[in-house]
Nanobody, 130 residues
Framework: QVQLVESGGGLVQPGGSLRLSCAAS????????IGWFRQTPGKEREGVSC????????YYADSVKGRFTISRDNAKNTVYLQMNSLKPEDTAVYYC???????????????????????WGKGTLVTVSS
């Protein structure tokens, strides 16, 4: 059974940092592109970042470029999202997701597509506030 579990969210002051984790069971994360999405009430879900399985290429939304870093730890079957210089507008529930098919590619120029993701975690809340 495929399962994704996010952790690492919490309350942080503006300018602070958090590292989100996405731990997988039931499949090998390294075989798939993994995406991070976020959503706030009343807004569409946004593809924040992704990392390709084949060559490790990454994508970042303009809103987080230069502040967020996605990475993998294959030994732990985990993908991370390091978030620095956090802003109040980063407040959201963050989800990691994986596609069903291994050939879904994370392009540096195209955001991850939520309707192509088949497996989702339950999300972790990030609140940036003073």
């Amino acid at each position: 059974q495929v399962q994704l579990v996010e952790s690492g969210g919490g309350l942080v002051q503006p300018g602070g940092s958090l590292r989100l984790s996405c731990a997988a069971s039931g499949f090998t994360l390294n075989d798939y592109t993994i995406g991070w999405f976020r959503q706030t009430p009343g807004k569409e879900r946004e593809g924040v970042s992704c990392i390709s399985s084949s060559d490790g290429r990454t994508y970042y939304a303009d809103s987080v470029k230069g502040r967020f870093t996605i990475s993998r730890d294959n030994a732990k079957n985990t993908v991370y999202l390091q978030m620095n210089s956090l802003k109040p507008e980063d407040t959201a529930v963050y989800y990691c997701a994986a596609p069903r098919f291994r050939d879904y590619y994370c392009s540096p120029y195209v955001p991850p597509v939520d309707y192509l993701m088949d497996y989702w975690g339950k999300g972790t809340l990030v609140t940036v506030s003073s």
